[in-house]
């Protein structure tokens, strides 16, 4: 007998289509599920896709030595002499291939050409964004290393609070900014959803002590450049490129748009330790996971910056910060968790 027939014979084949039609049902499944959720990060999708490609394999070799009986899994070799058990089983197999392929091909047509297109932007609805607004999106990270996105989202986070305190300016809020983090999406798209005019956007690549930040300031209307720029310093100076590019950013947008000659200085963060600044990233990082482990991680790294740096106040509030996710999260009593906040108050 031929290899293609035994495995024919033992529904490897029709195990191996039904395996793949389900498993592309559950892809779409997912995929239109994050387009409904922005916030829904697309490494949940890659796994998912992962995990499904792996399995694959043992549940052919599955196929291979059991058979799908009344009575539960039996090995081939017992039910050899009766194909009744084989025969019911691939049909059934046959049956669920071709419905999955129905619902997946329903769901395609669905997600992909059903939906309606989106409705222009009417040009009362450009009257009302701001021409002095601006979205910060979240700074992708170039490192080989990709623990380091936690300094790049940290650098963005600083230069979003940064070019909230310019005068002049209307910075959209960092959980709408970073609800677009991993997406592919157009500009104008992003713009529309956040109500603003201009969008930041840029790339962070750390190696060692030198960093490079490239920046760029979009106009969402027609999709130009207003401004761009690149950034090689050592880490030492990130302080100096987190006030350049702010200030850059916030001058550009009064100049070009409201004909202010004047420069933008926001002020920075309040410290002058890399060190401390680094731990208080690292620390960020680890609370926006919002769970027991993460908050305590939190808390050590938070402390040992402000062992460095004790004047260091956003290290200061995002601690008392932690202390009220303990409490919600249960890690905490509530009152030993306001008397923390305000001791450090």
Do not use: C
């Amino acid at each position: 007998m031929s290899v293609f027939n035994e495995l024919k014979r033992r529904n490897v084949l029709q195990v191996a289509a039904a395996y793949i039609v389900v498993a592309w049902v559950i892809i779409e499944v997912a995929v239109t599920l994050r387009e409904g959720f922005p916030g829904m990060p697309i490494w949940i999708v890659q796994a998912l896709i992962v995990l499904l490609a792996l399995g694959l394999v043992p549940v052919l070799i599955l196929s291979w030595f059991y058979e799908l009986t009344p009575e539960g899994l039996k090995r081939d070799s017992e039910i050899s002499g009766d194909r009744s058990y084989a025969d019911a089983t691939s049909r059934r197999l046959i049956y669920v291939t071709v419905a999955f392929v129905f619902v997946g091909v329903g769901l395609f047509a669905w997600s992909r050409i059903g939906q309606p297109p989106a409705a222009p932007l009417s040009p009362f609805a450009q009257a009302e964004i701001p021409a002095e607004s601006v979205a910060v999106l979240p700074f992708v990270n170039m490192s080989a290393d990709p623990e380091n996105e936690y300094f790049s989202d940290g650098l963005t986070d600083t230069l979003l609070r940064m070019l909230a305190k310019a005068k002049g300016l209307k910075v959209a809020a960092r959980t709408s900014s970073f609800a677009f983090k991993g997406q592919d999406k157009d500009i104008r798209e992003i713009a529309v959803a956040l109500g603003v005019a201009h969008v930041l956007e840029g790339s962070v690549q750390r190696s060692g002590t030198r960093i490079r930040v490239t920046a760029q300031l979009i106009r969402a209307d027609d999709g130009f450049h207003v401004w761009s720029e690149n950034y090689d310093r050592t880490l030492t100076d990130v302080f100096g490129i987190q006030d350049d590019i702010a200030s850059s950013v916030g001058t550009r947008l009064l100049a070009s748009i409201l004909g202010r000659g004047e420069e933008v200085h926001p002020k920075g963060i309040a410290t002058n330790s890399i060190e401390a600044y680094d731990l208080y990233l690292r620390a960020r990082a680890k609370t926006l996971q919002f769970s027991h482990g993460p908050l305590e991680e939190a808390v050590t790294l938070l402390n040992q910056s402000l062992a460095i740096d004790p004047n260091f106040i956003e290290a200061k509030i995002e601690l008392a910060w932690v202390f009220l996710q303990q409490a919600e999260t249960g890690s905490m009593r509530q009152d030993d968790a306001e008397d923390r906040v305000t001791a450090l108050a």
